[in-house]
């Protein structure tokens, strides 16, 4: 069996709608553009389409925690690279942790991470992972080393962006 990637990568450019009156990203756009990029990166990386599960299956996984800090500002019209990977996983939610950096990846712009429960969208309940997810989730699951806070986690990237 092939070794999945864990930590997985793209770039997009700001545009002009995204942003506030100061040509900066709006704060909740940052989570939309992060989002979007880990929807895609599964697309592109694993053919995990979320969207054609949710019209088959009738489930998907919804936000249920959103934890941003803002580092440096976005602009209109940069370039920015989005980094994602899965750092947690139960039997019904999913920790995924979402870094944007400058094009150049000199230095980290935001960090968010998203707690996701699974969902049955037919029932409007939280549902179980199947043995199939658990196991795609065990070949995609980067931890972060000593399980930090967030708020600890963002107090080492930026010691280690300085």
């Not at 990386?45 to 959103?66: K, L, M, P, R």
Request: glycine share 2%.
């Amino acid at each position: 069996m092939a070794l999945l990637k864990k930590i997985l990568e793209s770039s997009i450019r700001v545009q002009y709608q995204d942003c506030d009156p100061f040509n900066h990203l709006n704060n909740s756009r940052y989570i939309d553009y992060m989002m979007a990029a880990r929807t895609e990166q599964l697309f592109e990386n694993y053919d995990f389409n979320t969207a054609e599960i949710a019209q088959t299956q009738c489930i998907g996984w919804v936000s249920a925690q959103t934890q941003i800090s803002y580092l440096f500002p976005t602009v209109w019209m940069e370039v920015v690279n989005i980094e994602t990977r899965l750092i947690t996983y139960s039997n019904s939610s999913l920790l995924v942790e979402a870094v944007m950096r400058n094009e150049d990846k000199t230095y980290i712009k935001a960090i968010m991470w998203a707690k996701l429960v699974h969902f049955n969208i037919k029932a409007q309940h939280s549902l179980k992972h199947s043995e199939e997810l658990m196991n795609f989730f065990g070949q995609i699951h980067y931890p972060i080393e000593g399980n930090p806070t967030f708020e600890e986690r963002v107090k080492t990237i930026k010691q280690n962006n300085q």
